[in-house]
């Protein structure tokens, strides 16, 4: 969706090393989702934010939200490889509707 | 069920045929979407559903997409004459409520027309 711009479209890391995952909205947003995708799998879920200046934390990831800017970012800290794999952000942008999803971003976790 | 189930996982179909994708969602989960990931790409809305009504069906490429759902439960997506351009992944998602309940995904269902 152009509505969401995620960035960037693929990272390569060495493992052990930080990186951040952006994620850009047109429009308002509502609701903040992080999903982790493996190829040939479903969603994962990983977080959600819904309140500006929320930020959450799941073991290495941290993930905020800035409602003024319209925009999360996506934190890793001491990448591994198990964290490879496509990170997309979703988002609500209306009212009681739908998730739209940004394009993703690859990430590869080099050992 | 624990989580949403999608099935077959896998379907292989000659252009021209219909296909039928189900989709299971968490019980009680009272709105449903389904969306369509082309490889490489992000996933892309298909179609809402609030109980048995779709109030968004803004997603759907043309009128050979449709879907349907009964008992607030199982949803199907039946695509006819299929083309090469509708092979993907179609992903499901329920959800408790229609915002900010979170959105739980099945596995997809990978379709590759020949």
């Known amino acids: 969706s152009q509505e969401l711009e995620q960035s960037p479209q693929s990272l390569i890391v060495q493992e052990g090393k930080n990186l951040t995952i952006n994620c850009t909205s047109s429009?308002?947003?509502?609701?903040l989702y992080w999903y982790k995708q493996k190829y040939g799998e479903g969603l994962i879920f990983l977080m959600m934010?819904?309140?500006?200046?929320e930020e959450k934390s799941h073991e290495k990831i941290t993930a905020k939200l800035d409602e003024k800017k319209q925009q999360s970012s996506l934190h890793i800290t001491a990448s591994q490889p198990s964290h490879a794999g496509i990170y997309l952000c979703?988002?609500?942008?209306?009212?009681?509707?739908?998730?739209?999803f940004g394009a993703g971003t690859i990430l590869r976790v080099k050992s | 069920g624990a989580g949403v189930s999608q099935s077959p996982s896998n379907k292989v179909t000659e252009k021209g045929k219909d296909v039928e994708l189900r989709c299971d969602p968490i019980?009680?989960?009272?709105?449903l979407y389904w969306y369509r990931q082309r490889l490489g790409q992000g996933l892309e809305f298909l179609i809402y559903f609030q109980g048995n009504s779709a109030p968004d069906k803004s997603g759907l490429p043309s009128d050979r997409f449709s879907a349907e759902r009964t008992g607030e439960s199982v949803s199907t997506l039946t695509i006819q004459r299929t083309q090469q351009e509708d092979s993907a992944v179609y992903l499901c998602a329920s959800s408790l409520a229609a915002r900010n309940y979170g959105y739980t995904f099945g596995s997809g269902t990978r379709l590759t027309v020949v």
């Open positions: 934010l819904q309140k500006g200046g």
């Open positions: 979703g988002a609500d942008l209306e009212y009681g509707n739908k998730l739209v």
């Open positions: 019980s009680g989960h009272t709105a």
């Open positions: 429009k308002t947003l509502y609701g």
